[in-house]
């Protein structure tokens, strides 16, 4: 059954999670005791740190693609342990990125990533008679499990059951009763009434005898006898709860009583909760997200103040291999959610939520209350942004104030991110630009003008390596109506575009300044690319070069080119995700080894296609799917230190290669669709390669 008010609180959910997640992070390290905390910072009231760009975080990375699963591998059936693991081995790149990279014999995910490599497949892979139980009940059996909760809104024993089988990848014991109880308690916060109903629904979902429900128990029982002072239950967790108690780097046991600590004391108030949390020190971060996405879906979006969501701006990054799918927009990532919950649900989901989602596109239309989509703009003094629940049904409201002639504004969207937009290297995420040479942006305005001459916005986009804006045709807007604008991006000679917007400005005089109010609407960046990358404008940026996600191997820039060296296989990967048809060129210079290879359709790390050098004097076509399987394999002479066009045609089912414009292979195969692209090489060996395009056809 779907409550009333789901995506609403769906939503809700999401930015609870990313809002504790953000506020607990600065605190995490064990540095920052509760005594320290309070001595610093006293009573919490908001963020602790102003970030340029929140950066990439475990707690939400797994929430965000570990439920992939349900696209890629448990299509129309109830999920399975290796379905989830099989997602991990996907999108996680070895050693880098979503997860915590702690040394296996520290992390509880860095030993079920091991043992999948090894070919332990989960459950086993999180199993403590694999790993030991102090490994197996570490806490990040609760801090992924959060969309299981969310697209199961009162399915209580479904929230938790998925929740159970996804984090035994890498958890066990405890480790599962905390994502059971966790996915429990958000499942049940679609309907409950309280926090006290909220933790009894989790209660019901967990072994009575299990630490896990005494620890709960316990704190309710003392909550219940001192219900006015949180310090001093936190006094109490110190003594008979404490890390102390519980061994490993970051048990369970101690973060769950904070989280029930902070839900009982907090009593159904979102900033209050997450603050608790966060006060009472240890894993702050995954303690506060936990109970944000709770508490946020009990209390809906009025529940959740403006100055712990504006900062977010409806967008976060995450550091999976997909750069592409790294670039998270908020609400359309509560749609994407809402959908897989109608359809667990087994009912046809609403249209608007259907419309919504443009796989492959950037598309936004506002219709969630407080939606900004990620917007930005450069001089907030003439042009500030805020969302518009009145008109059409929704839209982002740009009061432009008092401009005169020389005032401009720009408002964007960021498609792109570089190192210098952050303030940490945090799990080091990787993009994928969302727009490119030779797609359509269009857009909505409404003109709203109270006063002054007529307002002109200029679409723009802008180069990252100069910073240079390139401006096309100027539009002056009617008046008291809607007025469609649409640009197509021009060719940016090899570089890429991070910001995609409109100048706005008026030639207005300072006796009659224009002031007034801008409606946006149907943002829309769609069709077919048309671009190159040129590695002279590229940097090494967060362990990768842009805009690629390097998976093994060493890679590195030089002039015009890019390099790569790799003692066994390595990979890269940039694009769309959801790239389905396109003619790709290359020009590689293969310098050891006899593995040289184009990727195309990467659906992650262990499914794509690859295509070129495979042996001396041979090409193959290879289709990688949890393991090799070679389609066709032709002569052809070829020799180091020469260089070579790689050229692959990919049209549905029919898949062209050429080198130097002779066509060696030409096959038909389904297995897939749509995906990344980029190099890599199965064994030992170094390559240049020294230019790349792409154009997407059909």
């Known amino acids: 059954m779907i409550p009333e008010r789901y995506l609403e609180k769906l939503y809700a959910g999401v930015l609870g999670m990313n809002s504790g997640i953000r506020l607990g992070a600065p605190l995490e390290p064990l540095e920052w005791t509760a005594e320290r905390i309070q001595q610093v910072h006293g009573d919490i009231k908001g963020y602790v740190k102003d970030y340029k760009t929140f950066s990439a975080d475990d707690d939400a990375n797994g929430p965000i693609f570990f439920i992939r699963s349900l696209y890629d ?74 969309s299981w909760g969310l697209i199961f809104p009162t399915a209580i024993e479904k929230a938790a059951h998925y929740a159970e089988v996804a984090a035994s990848v890498s958890h066990d014991l405890n480790g599962l009763y905390g994502a059971r109880f966790m996915a429990a308690c958000i499942s049940n916060a679609f309907s409950a009434q309280s926090i006290k109903e909220v933790l009894q629904t989790g209660l019901s979902m967990i072994p009575s005898d299990s630490t896990y429900a005494k620890m709960v128990r316990a704190v309710i029982s003392f909550h219940h006898k001192n219900p006015a002072n949180f310090r001093l239950c936190r006094q109490y967790l110190e003594e008979f709860w404490g890390y102390d108690k519980y061994p490993g780097i970051c048990h369970i046991i101690p973060n769950a009583a904070v989280c029930v600590l902070a839900l009982l004391y907090g009593e159904g108030d979102f900033s209050k909760t997450i603050e608790i949390a966060v006060m009472c020190g240890w894993d702050t971060d995954c303690n506060a997200g936990t109970v944000g996405t709770i508490t946020g879906v009990l209390t809906g979006l009025e529940g959740i103040p403006e100055h712990y969501r504006k900062p977010i701006n409806d967008s976060i990054v995450a550091s999976s291999v997909s750069g592409y799918l790294n670039i998270v927009d908020l609400p359309t990532f509560t749609q994407e959610l809402a959908l897989l919950g109608y359809q667990m649900a087994g009912i046809e989901p609403p249209e608007e939520v259907k419309e919504s989602i443009k796989q492959g596109d950037v598309f936004f239309n506002f219709h969630l209350p407080g939606s900004t989509h990620g917007f930005k703009t450069d001089n907030p003094f003439k042009a500030f942004l805020r969302h518009n629940k009145q008109v059409g049904e929704g839209s982002l409201e740009v009061i432009f104030d008092r401009m005169v002639e020389g005032d401009v504004s720009k408002v964007f969207y960021k498609p792109f991110y570089r190192r210098q937009d952050f303030n940490d290297e945090k799990y080091k995420p990787t993009f994928a630009p969302k727009a490119y040479s030779g797609q359509t942006v269009s857009v909505d305005f409404f003109l709203d003008q109270w006063q002054g001459a007529g307002l002109v916005v200029t679409p723009y986009v802008r180069i990252t390596d100069n910073q240079e804006c390139l401006y096309l045709t100027k539009c002056e807007l009617n008046n008291q109506t809607w007025n469609h604008v649409d640009f197509r991006i021009p060719d940016t000679d090899g570089s890429l575009i991070d910001e995609v917007g409109y100048r706005i400005e008026s030639s207005s005089t300072l006796t009659c300044r224009a002031i007034g109010a801008l409606y946006v609407d149907n943002f829309h960046i769609t069709g077919q690319v048309d671009y190159s990358i040129a590695f002279s404008k590229q940097f090494e940026e967060f362990g990768s070069l842009t805009p690629f996600a390097h998976n093994k191997g060493k890679w590195k820039l030089d002039g015009q080119t890019m390099k790569y060296s790799a003692s066994e296989d390595c990979s890269s990967y940039t694009g769309n995700y959801y790239t389905k048809d396109a003619v790709i060129e290359a020009v590689i210079t293969p310098i050891v080894g006899i593995s040289h290879k184009l990727i195309f359709r990467a659906e992650g790390i262990q499914r794509q296609y690859l295509i070129g050098f495979d042996g001396s004097n041979q090409v193959s076509f290879i289709k990688k799917d949890f393991g090799y399987e070679r389609l066709i394999t032709v002569p052809f002479e070829w020799k180091h230190h020469q260089a070579y066009v790689y050229k692959v045609e990919y049209h549905e089912n029919k898949i062209c290669f050429y080198i130097d414009e002779e066509k060696l292979i030409e096959h038909n195969d389904s297995r897939f669709s749509k995906g990344m692209f980029g190099f890599g090489c199965l064994e030992k060996g170094e390559a240049v390669i020294s230019s790349f395009k792409i154009k997407e056809v059909g």
């Open 73 to 146: 591998e448990a299509k129309g059936r109830e999920i399975e342990a290796e379905d989830v693991g099989k997602t991990w081995m996907n999108y996680c790149r070895e050693g880098i990125g979503m997860i915590w990279w702690g040394g296996e014999d520290i992390s509880t995910e860095h030993r079920a990533f091991t043992n999948l490599q090894k070919g332990i497949k989960a459950p086993q892979s999180g199993s403590a008679k694999v790993n030991g139980v102090v490994m197996a009940e570490q806490i990040g059996g609760q801090i992924f499990i959060d």
